[in-house]
């Protein structure tokens, strides 16, 4: 079973929102830390908001003040908020998962060992 499974991806003219969800298993989500990436076409991975094994949470600056990573305990579930939405925020985007605690959100994606199937998000201008 794979352990972070993505889902909410979808299609938005820009300005308009988006919410992505990431179902965890139960241990991986409440000890490792766990976050969001995207690559798009031609473009490495990037990382755009990760929380860390104490709930704190990071973003890339690119999406500062627009996106906002949250967890729900009761689900397992991991979301990323995305509001003002861009043209060049259309990548794949994929929900990874440690597999060790630490403390300081990385955006670094040598970090985490389990990977989403990824789910695309375009914004069209």
């Known amino acids: 079973a794979q352990e972070v499974v993505e889902s909410g991806g979808g299609s938005v003219q820009a300005g308009g929102s988006l919410r992505l969800s990431c179902i965890a298993s139960?241990?991986?989500?409440?000890?490792?830390?766990i976050g969001w990436f995207r690559q798009a076409p031609g473009k490495e991975r990037e990382g755009v908001a990760a929380?860390?094994?104490?709930?704190?949470?990071g973003y890339a600056d690119s999406v500062k003040g627009r996106f906002t990573i949250s967890k729900d305990g009761a689900k397992t579930t991991l979301y990323l908020q995305m509001n003002s939405l861009k043209p060049e925020d259309t990548a794949m985007y994929y929900c990874?998962?440690?597999?060790?605690?630490?403390?300081?959100?990385?955006?670094?994606?040598?970090?985490?060992?389990?990977w989403g199937q990824g789910t695309q998000v375009t914004v069209s201008s």
């Open positions: 990874a998962a440690a597999d060790r605690r630490w403390w300081g959100p990385s955006l670094n994606d040598v970090y985490y060992k389990y």
């Open positions: 139960g241990y991986i989500y409440n000890n490792y830390p």
């Open positions: 929380i860390d094994s104490a709930d704190n949470s």
